[in-house]
Nanobody, 127 residues
């Protein structure tokens, strides 16, 4: 089992940057595929990015490709999400998620594929 705690959200102007962190408990953190999702008011939870534990591959939603970067530090049990060139439409609660399954191309983009979730951190981008 793993517990996830996100931090680093806040209010930023359009074009600005934020770095989100996800701290994971447990000694088997490296055994999980990790992902970030976001949810805006009145909308469904949306895939942002995922990283595979098998080969370290990273997979981005088209809407954030080139602007967001995921990284993980297995020694520190941490996953990070660097958000650059932020837009008002990036405003949402951002969630860190972990999956004990080895996720494929479609699975990694589905919230139901993930076993554990953090409480979320709010990102607000003003225009």
């Amino acid at each position: 089992q793993v517990q996830l705690v996100e931090s680093g959200g806040g209010l930023v102007q359009a074009g600005g940057s934020l770095r989100l962190s996800c701290a994971a408990s447990g000694r088997t953190f490296s055994s999980y595929d990790m992902g970030w999702f976001r949810q805006a008011p009145g909308k469904e939870r949306e895939f942002v990015v995922a990283t595979s534990r098998s080969d370290g591959g990273t997979y981005y939603a088209d809407s954030v490709k080139g602007r967001f970067t995921i990284s993980r530090d297995n020694a520190k049990n941490m996953v990070y999400l660097q958000l650059n060139s932020l837009k008002p439409e990036d405003t949402a609660v951002y969630y860190c998620a972990a999956s004990s399954s080895l996720l494929g191309k479609y699975g990694r983009r589905r919230p139901l594929s993930y076993d554990y979730w953090g409480q979320g951190t709010q990102v607000t981008v003003s225009s």
